[in-house]
């Protein structure tokens, strides 16, 4: 059980900080579908690939006081932002997590926006489609987002270009 929060903790070390729910959901599949060993659950949902466990963990941690969670009003929203705490990373320290160097790949998520993270998950979601058949799928699941021919070929290309950013 606390090995998979220790990864999280581990994920939020190298970060520094995540800004938005839906930003860190996106990240943790992204990375996950990349090999990387977190193992929340994910279904479909609203916003793309979902996991409950990870926002349970993620809320368990906040109560430990090893993850800061910051609430910030926006005109018409709450914008949350999550840094790993002192105590977060006392603990971490005095665990052993098997996860490899993330810092190339944090980066360069951290780099997107949710909504590119979005449609990014989406298409992971439905790899096991043809490249023709994920463009429908996002077109049809994703309508109302109304994603461009050169934001897909940007998400696929990006797909492609995500193991090159490890530091392994």
Known sequence: MLDNHAKLLYFFSQA????????????????QQNRVPFEEKYQF???GPYSEELTLRVEE??????LDEEKE??????????????DGQTFLNQFEVNMPDLQ????HLQNC???FLELVSTM?????????????????????LKYTEEEMNEAFQFVEELPDKSSH
């Open 104 to 107: 190339g790949q944090i980066n």
């Open 73 to 86: 009003e926006k005109s018409n929203y709450h914008q949350y932002h999550y840094t790993i705490t002192e």
């Open 61 to 66: 941690l906040c109560n430990l006081h090893f």
């Open 124 to 144: 992971l979601y439905f790899s096991y489609l043809s490249k023709e058949e994920i463009i429908d799928k996002v077109h049809t699941v994703k309508a109302k």
């Open 45 to 47: 949902h609203f916003y």
């Open 16 to 31: 520094k900080q995540v800004t938005g729910r839906k930003k860190l959901q996106k990240m943790i599949y992204i990375l």
């Open 113 to 115: 926006s949710a909504r």
